[in-house]
């Protein structure tokens, strides 16, 4: 490992040869000036130069000079004054000018000479360490900024084709699912039982997929920051009895009563047509996760300057562990739908980000065997 270069400045012959035997004794490298200007000239032949000593007082360039003469010239090495004056101003002025640290040149100098050389270079190499570890982290930080900067670009890439191939997939599925409903109610004459079969498993299909490709368009219209919505006074109530008579068709199948409690509250701000797609998530989600015979409770409150709406199942509960995946994209947990319902694991994620866009809040409360209650809530008007 290579030695510590120390360069001694002082007048003195006999102090400098005192403390280069010293500090050679502790593993440095020494190198002696007789005063401030051969000071400059050793240290500009020598720049690798890891500290310098100089004492205060020399003729010519004292200490505070070569301190300022090496600081003009940009150089950065660590330098420690030697004085035999012990007044405070001596060091502060020494200090103020640049200087690492100072000692006094009493009969310990021969102990605090090296106990200081090895706390300035420690100091110095923390020094340099902590700049090296900012360039470092200022490397890595715009390293992370590119791959996000590129991240954000493949994602607006993957919205911008999801939404391409969502919307060029909704038509001919919709086409596919009216026309084996037409063919179901048997408009073109009668159907075998094997065909009506064939034609419900069609039905059935294309009714997922469509659904699937909806969800779709909706996550690339989010994601892409194309959420516009229409902020307007409403009534929640109303938009609520309607969504419930729209759902209540959907729990019969099931035999699923609907229970509401929506008393009259103020008007809040929302986009009707969004708030609606929340609504029939959560009120189908409840249904698809119930056991026939069971109930779900849908209820509308308020609270201080903002609306809060329920919806309560007896359904199985939903795990802890799993309910922090509730909201995310493709998210399949381990509760499964009672009759066999398909889900696209993009409902909820779509929910989370309407009722986001709302300044709203979205929760939910679940534990195994107890059912599930999910709530959001949306600020109110004036």
């Known amino acids: 490992m290579q030695k510590t270069k120390i360069l001694i400045v002082d007048d003195d012959p006999f102090v400098r040869d005192m403390l280069a035997m010293i500090l050679q004794s502790g593993g440095y490298d020494t190198e002696t000036a007789e005063d401030g200007e051969d000071a400059v000239d050793k240290y500009a032949s020598a720049p690798d130069t890891g500290l310098i000593i100089s004492d205060m007082n020399m003729p010519g360039m004292n200490g505070v000079e070569l301190i300022k003469e090496l600081r003009k010239n940009k150089v950065d090495v660590p330098i420690i004054i030697l004085t035999g004056n012990n007044e405070i101003s001596v060091a502060v002025e020494a200090l103020n000018s640049g200087a690492s640290d100072y000692l006094l040149k009493d009969e310990n100098i021969q102990d605090t000479i090296m106990l200081s050389a090895e706390k300035v270079l420690e100091k110095r190499q923390l020094e340099k360490r902590n700049v090296q570890l900012m360039t470092d982290l ?181 795990p802890a562990e799993e309910q922090s995946r509730l909201f995310g994209e493709f998210q399949r947990l381990s509760v499964q739908p009672t009759g066999g319902e398909k889900s696209t694991g993009l409902g909820l994620a779509i929910v989370k980000k309407i009722v986001d866009g709302h300044q709203g809040t979205l929760k939910v409360e679940s534990e195994p065997g107890s059912g599930s209650t999910f709530s959001f809530t949306i600020p109110l008007g004036g």
């Not at 900024?145 to 599925?173: C, M, Y």
């Not at 009534?235 to 209540?248: P, Q, T």
């Not at 959907?250 to 008393?263: Q, S």
């Not at 986009?271 to 249904?287: E, F, S, T």
């Open 138 to 318: 200022a490397v890595k930080n715009e390293e992370l900024e590119q791959s996000n900067t590129k991240l954000v670009a493949l994602n607006a890439l993957k919205n911008k084709f999801l939404g391409i191939a969502a919307h060029d997939l909704r038509n001919p599925l919709t086409s596919i699912r009216g026309l084996s409903e037409i063919l179901l109610m048997e408009a073109f004459g009668p159907l075998s039982d094997e065909q009506k079969e064939y034609l419900g498993t069609i039905n059935t299909a294309s009714d997922d997929m469509l659904s699937l490709v909806n969800d779709l368009l909706d996550v690339s219209v989010i994601e892409s920051g194309k959420l516009d919505l229409q902020l307007k006074p409403g009534s929640l109530n109303a938009l609520l009895e309607s969504r419930v008579r729209m759902n209540k068709v959907v729990g019969e199948r099931k035999n699923i009563t609907l229970r509401t409690d929506f008393p009259g509250i103020r008007e809040a701000v929302f986009d009707a047509n969004r708030i609606a797609q929340v609504i029939d998530n959560l009120i189908g989600n409840a249904i698809k996760f119930s056991p026939s015979g069971s109930a779900v409770y849908i209820s509308l409150s308020e609270d201080g300057n903002a609306a809060t709406v329920r919806v309560r199942d007896e359904g199985p509960g939903i």
